[in-house]
């Protein structure tokens, strides 16, 4: 009797139970090169329902059973992928998604199940697509010019690859490639004499970059580490790219038995037609050229079970760059000064500066699997730069007094008083060799899918010679003044021991922690120095949208060469670690709008230093005092939304502000009255350090013709507020003065023609092009780099600006084959 009534119920009950059921999909999203993608979206179609990717890369999702399933994953800059969740992947339970870059072709996507990823990336770095640094407008097209419209990143002179981060200086940031540091030229004191910066964009295959609070596998600096991974060439591939400032020409390809990689990349800079825009005339003669060479190998025929990954492979890096700088001045006129009072200074030169430099480094990264979850890296590497600097420059100056337009005078600009000032004389015959070599082994090992413990042994050798002689002096009034005088010879060889351990636990698909400690010791000053860390990063269920993170730590920045020489060429070899304490918070906001992903970014920060090494920026140059007698801060705050606001091309809009100030132990000022006699004396206090630049605004906007994104439009600039300055050696004006705004902004307008590849040849046939017109300094903006300080006949100290680069038009190609 209780038969029927049973199965009434269970077939009522039956779509219930089949639809009702659910089973959890994990999977792991990718980009074309392999790399994990870290808060990718992914979503069940038609439902809000969804998640985000960790550090790793990977997700977990509840799925319906019983009914059609489609997964959809966005990120941005990549093409949005939609998934069918078929039998076979249930039954797996894992899949693999690769994403496409919106700037690439579409090609084939493959989903497949797919095991653990053993690698690790921090959580408070930011992912750039290397792409974007080759179309960018800029003067180089150099790399690190992306770097310049991120939040917190100051970089106020476009004919330099020097930037400052967070109130650091140009000293204070790790650059890495391929586990390898990067070191910048020793003499270079302007921005016309430098050449190349190290990274070659053609050969990148993966950037990260972090303004503060990074892991304890990056070394010992006071504010950014910017880590960049070169290719592993999977076919043969090669880029011709030219223009008005220079070419570069890379190759890739691999061998038959796929075992052996080859990447080969060279650059040629030719800056004559910015150096003629500027205001010395003369004859510049720069000559600025590099080659790099990356090959990597798998020394076992063997593959991993699962993961197949070659169990060992090397990887060997070779770089040699080899720059002339060489000008004759001939005459420089300068107009500076006030609305009521004009000031227009002449100069003629006679005389030269040449400068040169020629820096070779290498290195070797083994990698071996004992088992897929253990593994260890050495890393040798090996630096040689040779560098002289001559200079026998004599300035003849005046100033001329100019009236501006107004109703005593009839014609603007009319000079009515000149003002003979007298002669400069400077002379320098420096040269300096610095060797670096270092030998590093990390160990890996990774007992779950939830944790990862890595640690690493460093040695390093320094030797560094420097013979400096130089002196300037003034002829005026028929006084002539002994301005600076140096001729020593310097020797500094050491030895560094470092050695870091940290552990990264996956707590649930939800939080991620990261901590441990660094320890460095330095045989010079004799200093240990131990560095805890610690990154935490957290999605609340309730709000999968927000990802909030937070990071604390201590970071020491050893002395180098440069922070133990002073002024006056003395080595001061008892000087100690600059300090700083790291706080970092803040918050990612992933949300959907026009159908497309966006991301705003947030961070504040605070940085407490103490020990710290005071200097004075002249142009690219940096003289510290060579002393630990100050201790500083810098707290800020750093906004930056990006996605595609046109659709399918990548954005972005950011914005940082920030205060660094500087209290030296022992300053003065000194208070001069109608009598000018010192009648009192009082600490500074706290003053702005020479990167305190309170606002900056950098933005890079793409825009393409509606139906047609071969034709393209490509905006960027950079708005900050003026950096401080002073007459040098002046420590009652130190920092009182304010250089004007620096503003600039690149348009470029291309046109991409591509080109269908033969079906019977080798596949070696063209492409791509890309042709661009560029607009550099649209606005024309007068931006100050430095200035030079002189004196007329009446002892009267003018500032006199030094300028960048006016307004050009560039003309470039990129030939993709």
């Not at 070779?360 to 979850?373: A, I, M």
């Not at 131990?530 to 709000?543: C, N």
């Amino acid at each position: 009797m209780l038969v029927k009534p049973v199965l009434w119920l269970f077939c009522l009950l039956f779509p219930v139970l089949v639809f009702g059921q659910t089973t959890t999909l994990t999977g792991l999203v990718v980009d074309e090169i392999g790399t994990p993608l870290q808060y990718a979206n992914v979503t069940i179609k038609g439902n809000t329902r969804g998640t985000q990717t960790n550090a790793q890369g990977k997700f977990t999702l509840t799925i319906p059973t019983g009914q059609e399933v489609f997964i959809q994953v966005k990120f941005i800059g990549f093409r949005e992928q939609v998934v069918q969740i078929n039998k076979t992947i249930l039954l797996a339970k894992e899949i693999k998604v690769m994403l496409v870059s919106n700037s690439q072709n579409l090609s084939t996507i493959t989903i497949s199940g797919v095991n653990s990823y053993t690698g690790t990336s921090s959580n408070n770095t930011m992912r750039l697509n290397p792409r974007i640094s080759k179309e960018m407008p800029s003067v180089f097209n150099d790399f690190n010019k992306v770097l310049a419209t991120l939040p917190g990143v100051v970089s106020n002179n476009e004919l330099s690859s020097t930037y400052s981060v967070r109130g650091g200086n140009y000293d204070e940031n790790l650059v890495y490639v391929n586990g390898m540091e990067i070191y910048r030229p020793f003499l270079v004191s302007n921005a016309q004499q430098e050449g190349l910066s190290f990274v070659n964009p053609d050969l990148v295959q993966n950037i990260q970059f972090s303004t503060g609070g990074w892991q304890p596998l990056y070394g010992d600096k006071l504010s950014s580490v910017l880590s960049i991974e070169y290719k592993k060439p999977r076919k043969f591939a090669g880029s011709v790219t030219g223009g008005l400032m220079g070419g570069a020409l890379h190759l890739e390809t691999i061998s038959k038995n796929k075992r052996t990689t080859y990447l080969l990349g060279v650059r040629y800079k030719n800056p004559q037609l910015v150096f003629n825009s500027l205001e010395t005339n003369g004859n510049y003669q720069p000559n600025f050229l590099d080659a790099q060479a990356y090959i990597t190998h798998n020394l076992s025929k063997k593959l991993l079970p699962q993961t197949n990954q070659p169990k060992t492979t090397i990887g060997i890096l070779a770089s040699v760059a080899r720059n002339r700088y060489e000008v004759i001045p001939s005459y420089r006129e300068t107009s500076f000064g006030t609305t009521d009072r004009i000031v227009r200074l002449g100069i003629q030169f006679n005389g030269y500066e040449r400068m040169e430099y020629e820096t070779y480094q290498g290195g070797v990264h083994l990698k071996h699997f004992f088992k897929k979850s253990v593994s260890t890296e050495i890393i040798g590497s090996a630096l040689l730069t040779r560098e002289r600097e001559l200079r026998d420059i004599a300035a003849t100056y005046a100033f001329y007094e100019v009236a501006p337009l107004d109703n005593r005078v009839k014609v603007k600009n009319d000079v009515v008083r000149n003002v003979e000032a007298g002669t400069n004389f400077e002379h320098a015959r420096n040269t300096l060799t610095a060797k670096i070599f270092t030998l590093e082994n990390r160990y890996t090992w990774q007992p779950s899918n939830q944790s990862n413990l890595q640690a690493g042994f460093k040695f390093s050798r320094e030797i560094v010679g420097d013979a400096v002689k130089e002196y300037s002096l003034t002829d005026s009034a028929d006084f002539i003044t002994l301005n600076r005088h140096v001729a020593s010879q310097l020797n500094l060889h050491s030895f560094r021991y470092q050695a870091f351990g940290q552990h990264t636990w996956q707590i649930d698909s939800l939080r991620s922690l990261t901590y441990g400690i660094r320890t460095n010791y330095w045989t010079v000053n004799q200093e240990w120095l131990i560095s805890p860390r610690v990154q935490y990063t957290a999605i609340l269920p309730r709000k999968p949208d927000w990802i909030f993170k937070a990071a604390a730590g201590y970071y020491y920045q050893p002395p180098f060469y440069r922070e133990l020489r002073n002024a006056a060429a003395e080595l001061n070899t008892n000087l100690k670690a600059q300090k700083s304490l790291h706080l970092v918070l803040g918050a990612d906001y992933h949300f959907i709008q026009w159908s497309r992903p966006f991301k705003l970014s947030t961070e504040i920060y605070f940085k407490n230093l103490s020990n710290v090494v005071p200097y004075e920026v002249d142009n690219v140059r940096l003289r510290y005092f060579a002393q630990n007698n100050a201790k500083a801060y810098a707290a800020g705050l750093d906004l930056r939304v990006n996605g595609e606001f046109i659709n399918g091309a990548e954005s972005w809009f950011s914005i940082g502000i920030m205060s660094t100030k500087e209290n030296i132990a022992g300053d003065s000022t000194i208070y001069d009255l109608e009598t000018f006699k010192k009648i009192n004396k009082q600490p500074l206090g706290y003053l702005r350090r020479p990167t305190d630049q309170r606002v900056t605004f950098g933005f890079y906007f793409q825009d393409h013709i509606p139906n047609n994104p071969s034709l393209k439009l490509y905006l960027n600039g950079v708005v900050g507020t003026g950096l401080p300055f002073s007459p040098p050696g002046n420590e009652s004006l130190r920092n009182q003065f304010n250089m004007p705004f620096y503003r600039r902004v690149d348009v470029g307008f291309s046109k991409l023609l591509t080109f269908r590849a033969s079906e019977s040849g080798s596949g070696k046939s063209l492409e791509s092009l890309w042709l661009s017109l560029e607009v550099l300094n649209l606005i024309a903006a007068n931006n100050v780099v430095s200035y030079s300080y002189l004196k007329d006949i009446y002892n009267v100290t003018y500032a006199v600006p030094n300028y960048l680069s006016s307004r050009l038009v560039n003309l470039r190609f990129i030939a993709r084959f």
